[in-house]
């Protein structure tokens, strides 16, 4: 099972924040030593120049330098001083330093050489040493003489290694403490991340109209519960437009299923001649044609909507498809007594599909047909617009509700009922005009004026290619 977000975040926190501690702690530590060295150092540098201010006088008082040797092993820190000659009656030593550490563990100094201090161990103690030629003028003291000065450093070196175990022990500590206050601080910071859970947790579909509350969210936390309102309110106008979508559906096909059931029960109901059970079975021949029309308009626009329809593109002629159009309707308008007028490119063409594209056309013409009332017109355009092509269809009807435009494409709407009813029609075609211009990544709108008519445009890309 992965770990919680929480888990690895105090993980990473608690390491994050024990190698800094780690990292300073060394640096402290090395810090410490080096500069208790340097002390050490500048000690031996100290009692070097004392030494040497003493020997380097006209006539060096053997009995003050001896003096300052035993001064200087009595002391806390216990530094050790020689003065080597070539004279073997006239070595000054701090007393038992033969012992403690003898003169062949230093290194030999060189003439005005960098000062060198250098660590010894012996007999089981550490010193800090250094060796320094001193170049005498006094008479009777050899022209070069050696000064070895040592020191010893157990107590420094008890003092680190105290230091060092305090140092392990707040090292040990920091990382439980890492790990408690990164939990504590990260816990914290994700209650709101568990409030967002809660609240979608108790979201269901009978409080699926309430949202979640981003007042007081961090920024990251209240742009997702932003993005999952919106997802919401989709997810509910899609359930809102299904469900109605299901009554139209169950609508539309009750009607024809309770004429059918109805004509058979009349027919059964008594015996009657061959002309009446001929009336009867045209009747629900024409109701299953109008069942079968709606499942294939909806079986249309569901592949249309998963993108299953693969259109075979090829160059269409505008002016022929138009023209095709209106030659099949023009009986129709003459019946109705409503012209039909043309004004087209006979130029203009578009790679797209010629049957989709006759059945777009078809559909917006026939729905001018039925709310054009006699004696007025339609008019089919075809013309560039730039990068554009125009297909519209305009009439002179009484036009459209302005409450009723938004949703003219809408599956099963009719904006006139009554008319609707009597003439059968399905409130499909504007829908079904719609998917096949988004399949030829056009644009379809409608502007539509109570009393003054309506004009339905599609607007198709002048040089498309094939999708799918």
Not at 51 to 73: F, G, N
Not at 334 to 351: A, F, N, S, W, Y
Not at 391 to 410: M, N, R, T
Request: proline letters at 4%.
């Amino acid at each position: 099972m992965p770990a919680s977000i929480a888990g690895r975040l105090t993980a990473w926190f608690c390491a994050s924040a024990f190698t800094l501690v780690l990292v300073a702690a060394f640096v402290l530590y090395d810090a410490v030593r080096a500069t208790v060295q340097w002390t050490e150092d500048q000690v031996l540098e100290q009692h070097l120049i004392e030494i040497r201010s003493l020997l380097q006088t006209s006539k060096p008082d053997t009995a003050m330098i001896a003096h300052e040797l035993s001064e200087a092993a009595d002391g806390p820190r216990q530094v050790l001083i020689r003065v080597l000659t070539n004279l073997p009656d006239l070595v000054l030593t701090t007393p038992d330093m033969d012992k403690r550490l003898p003169a062949t563990r230093f290194q030999t100094p060189a003439p005005s050489a960098t000062p060198h201090y250098e660590t010894i161990t012996e007999n089981g103690f550490r010193f800090r040493a250094h060796s320094a030629l001193v170049p005498l003028q006094a008479e009777g003291w050899p022209k070069d003489t050696v000064v070895q000065v040592a020191m010893d450093t157990t107590l420094d070196d008890m003092a680190i290694d105290r230091f060092r175990d305090v140092l392990v022990t707040v090292i040990l500590l920091s990382g439980a403490l890492c790990a408690l206050v990164g939990w504590f601080i990260i816990r914290r910071q994700l209650s709101p991340l568990r409030r967002v859970i809660h609240a979608t947790a108790s979201i269901e579909r009978a409080t699926a109209n309430e949202r979640l509350v981003t007042a007081g969210l961090p920024t990251e936390l209240a742009h997702l519960g932003l993005e999952f309102n919106h997802m919401l309110d989709r997810l509910e106008g899609a359930y809102s437009r299904l469900r109605q979508y299901a009554d139209n559906v169950a609508h539309e096909l009750r009607s024809p299923i309770n004429r059918m059931l109805l004509n058979v029960e009349v027919a059964l109901s008594k015996s009657r001649d061959e002309a009446s059970y001929r009336d009867v079975l045209e009747n629900t021949r024409d109701d299953m044609q109008t069942m079968a029309q709606i499942v294939d308009n909806l079986l249309f626009l569901a592949r249309a909507d998963s993108d299953e329809v693969q259109l075979q593109m090829e160059p269409v002629r505008l002016a022929e498809e138009i023209a095709n159009v209106h030659e099949f309707y023009s009986a129709l308008a003459q019946e109705k007594g409503i012209e039909l007028q043309i004004r087209t490119d006979p130029e203009l063409v578009i790679v797209g599909h010629a049957m989709l594209l006759r059945r777009a056309l078809s559909n917006l013409l026939s729905n001018a047909l039925s709310h054009t009332p006699p004696g007025q017109f339609i008019d089919i355009t075809a013309h560039r617009d730039g990068d554009s092509v125009v297909v519209a269809v305009a009439d002179g009807g009484d036009g459209i509700e302005a409450e009723d435009l938004p949703y003219v494409f809408d599956r099963f709407f009719r904006g006139d009922r009554s008319r609707s009813s009597s003439e059968r029609r399905l409130g499909l075609g504007l829908s079904i005009t719609k998917s096949i211009v988004a399949m030829h990544h056009g644009l379809i709108a409608v502007v539509s004026t109570k009393g003054a008519g309506t004009r339905f445009s599609m607007t198709f890309p002048a040089s498309m290619r094939a999708h799918g």
